[in-house]
Nanobody, 124 residues
Framework: VQLQASGGGLVQAGGSLRLSCAAS????????MGWFRQAPGKEREFVAVINWSGDSTYYADSVKGRFSISRDNAKNTVYLRMNSLKPEDTAVYYCAAEASGSAYYTDSYEYDYWGQGTLVTVSS
């Protein structure tokens, strides 16, 4: 499975961005999809996950109410809509695929495939 993340960029605090992650595989609809992020000098952290069908999601407390994960299985794509961005949201954002399909896993080691990352910079 190859994953290609896109949509990052520079945005002012309070602004919005939508990240996309396109998968190369026809079995995309069987995977749970997660978003993680890694800020400079920090460890990679969980952001959000969506199950294979799109009817179950889970968010980190730090983004709950501001970020929304969704997927379009017909387009093999998962999205992360980010609203009310804060400078502390600045990070490289990675998408990842998890084979069980469940929106249960929040540790990076539980994910099977990773995209290359897209940089989000939020200015104050």
């Amino acid at each position: 499975v190859q994953l290609q993340a896109s949509g990052g960029g520079l945005v002012q605090a309070g602004g919005s961005l939508r990240l996309s992650c396109a998968a190369s595989t026809g079995t995309f609809s069987s995977y749970a999809m997660g978003w993680f992020r890694q800020a400079p000098g920090k460890e990679r952290e969980f952001v959000a996950v969506i199950n294979w069908s799109g009817d179950s999601t889970y968010y980190a407390d730090s983004v709950k109410g501001r970020f929304s994960i969704s997927r379009d299985n017909a387009k093999n794509t998962v999205y992360l809509r980010m609203n009310s961005l804060k400078p502390e949201d600045t990070a490289v954002y990675y998408c990842a695929a998890e084979a069980s399909g469940s929106a249960y896993y929040t540790d990076s080691y539980e994910y099977d495939y990773w995209g290359q990352g897209t940089l989000v910079t939020v200015s104050s």
